[in-house]
């Protein structure tokens, strides 16, 4: 049973290590795809600026598109800090969880063979189990000759019945033959 409950913890470890790298790879994937739009958006606004530049060659709309691109920056800096953060804090839970469930497992392994040891060390539990288990034995003994004995009353109920259902058959015939010869 204690080898049954450490494979389902080291399953679960497992399975708990496996869930962690996937968030992980999937968070990496995310960054990745994240940056490369921004990298799009970048150019893209680059590409926006230029063409302002050389069709307006207008300082204002070029410096708004500046500060436009500026606070997205800002703004996507500030998104991804926060995300990481998340990321960092959920990644320090999950370790502490893993730990803690760790520690009660390994606690609960360490009880159940101190459990063992006394058990199979001390004399007075193994002389206890013993007369538990004569107890036991005797009471399913007691309730089988107690069953037995209520079998045997029920039938001799039976057959008391029987006997006297057969005398006053017997009686009945005897009066029945004595008022034939009468009335012969």
Do not use: P
Not at 3 to 23: C, G, I, P, V
Not at 38 to 53: C, H, L, V
Not at 149 to 168: F, G, I, N, P
């Amino acid at each position: 049973y204690n080898e049954y409950k450490s494979y389902l913890s080291m399953s679960h470890h497992r399975r708990a290590a496996t869930y962690k790298f996937q968030n992980e790879q999937r968070r990496r994937e995310e960054l990745i795809a994240e940056n490369k739009e921004i990298a799009r958006r970048t150019a893209m606004i680059q590409a926006n600026i230029e063409a302002e530049e050389r069709m307006e060659g207008n300082m204002v709309v070029r410096r708004q598109q500046r500060q436009d691109q500026e606070r997205e920056m800002e703004y996507t800096i500030l998104k991804n800090q926060r995300v990481k953060e998340e990321r960092r804090r959920e990644m320090e839970e999950e370790e502490a969880l893993a730990r803690e469930m760790a520690k009660l497992h390994a606690k609960e392994i360490h009880d159940n063979k101190i459990r063992q040891q006394i058990r199979e060390t001390s004399h007075e539990i193994r002389d206890l189990e013993a007369k538990l288990k004569a107890g036991y034995m005797n009471k399913e003994r007691a309730a089988q000759l107690a069953e037995k004995a209520a079998r045997q009353m029920e039938e001799k109920h039976y057959e008391d019945q029987y006997s006297k259902s057969l005398q006053d058959e017997w009686n009945r015939a005897k009066e029945l033959e004595k008022e034939s010869d009468k009335l012969k």
